[in-house]
């Protein structure tokens, strides 16, 4: 099983950054693709930002320009990178990651990490 630990979430002002990290635990998986969701109260959860093993970079339209997405594979961790945040970025975070081994691969998912963004 791979298992994803979440950290950096938090209270900013409006303009403010944030920096949220996902470490892997991957217990004889190896991990993929890595990248955020996030779910705001009342909406679906939407893709945030993903990036390959090889670093190859995607975001949500609403996020290009204010977030960058980056991992270091010797310690399976990706980070997200926030700036300019603002209040509608206000959600839980979560992390995933394709975790593969032979003949099975599945999506992992973190625990969450509240983002909010208020004056």
């Known amino acids: 099983q791979v298992q994803l630990v979440e950290s950096g979430g938090g209270l900013v002002q409006p303009g403010g950054s944030l920096r949220l990290s996902c470490a892997a635990s991957?217990?004889?998986?190896?991990?993929?693709?890595m990248g955020w969701f996030r779910q705001a109260p009342g909406k679906q959860r939407e893709l945030v930002a993903t990036?390959?093993?090889?670093?190859?970079?995607n975001y949500a339209d609403s996020v290009k320009g204010r977030f960058t997405i980056t991992r270091d594979n010797t310690v399976d961790t990706v980070y997200l990178q926030m700036n300019d945040l603002k209040p509608e970025d206000t959600a839980v975070y979560y992390c995933?990651?394709?975790?593969?081994?032979?003949?099975?691969?599945?999506?992992?998912w973190g625990q969450g990490t509240q983002v909010a963004v208020s004056s």
């Open positions: 995933y990651a394709a975790a593969i081994a032979p003949g099975t691969t599945y999506t992992a």
């Open positions: 991957k217990n004889s998986f190896e991990v993929g693709a």
């Open positions: 990036i390959s093993r090889s670093g190859s970079e």
